[in-house]
């Protein structure tokens, strides 16, 4: 995972790019649609040219765990399963971005066409550069509006080829969770 330092002023930007989406819901359809596909590219436009740096700690993924972007259940999940990995001088435990789908991160992220189910907006990310754009996207964002404000709850990998396009990151970090958890209590009790 790529990394790089913390600071207030690399959070900020998140948070005022995202400050507007967050609270831009109106009753029409077509707002909703635009606040969603708003909020996502805010998110898109701040993570990808951080987590393309290599050079420091924490990584862009911790940042996005404390930037409260991400459903609290989905926090938790990458924070326990990164606390067991750094914990236990593992491997990096996902071989790919959560966020991005892909191991050579485009400079670049789009978003594409916005649908919605019930409350649920997904929201299509495509990886772009000046030469070429993906003709499939890289990431299907999930995101739902509460309390006042946007958050992710799921990214779903549509290109995965083991699962037919149906993996998602709450499905991997499950079976990552389960995997570990026999490893996880004899790290807790000081065990190898």
């Known amino acids: 995972m790529r990394a790089f330092k ?3 002023l690399t959070v900020l ?13 109106g009753s029409n359809p077509q707002d909703r649609d635009d606040a969603c596909r708003s909020f996502v590219q805010s ?11 290599d050079t420091a700690f924490p990584s ?4 996005a765990i404390q930037s409260q972007v991400l459903s609290p259940n989905l926090a938790r999940l990458l924070e326990e399963i990164g606390a067991a990995a750094v ?4 491997e990096i435990f996902l071989g790919v971005d959560p966020f991005t789908n892909s191991e050579d991160l485009w400079k670049k992220f789009m978003v594409g066409d916005v649908t919605r189910q019930g409350d649920h907006c997904f929201a299509e990310v495509y990886g772009v550069s000046p030469e070429k754009k993906d003709l499939n996207p890289d ?11 946007w958050i992710f709850v799921n990214f779903h990998y549509p290109g995965y080829p083991a699962s037919s ?15 570990m958890q026999p490893q996880y209590s004899r790290l807790e009790r000081g065990g190898p």
């Open 6 to 8: 913390l600071t207030a």
């Open 13 to 25: 930007p998140l948070l005022a790019g995202t400050a507007g989406p967050l609270v831009a819901q």
């Open 43 to 53: 998110f898109y436009y701040w993570y990808a040219p951080i987590a393309m740096d």
């Open 60 to 63: 862009a993924m911790d940042l």
């Open 87 to 90: 914990s236990g001088g593992g």
């Open 139 to 149: 990431v299907v964002a999930e995101v739902v509006f509460q309390s006042g404000r």
């Open 165 to 179: 396009g149906q993996e998602n990151l709450l499905s991997v970090l499950r079976r990552i969770h389960r995997s």
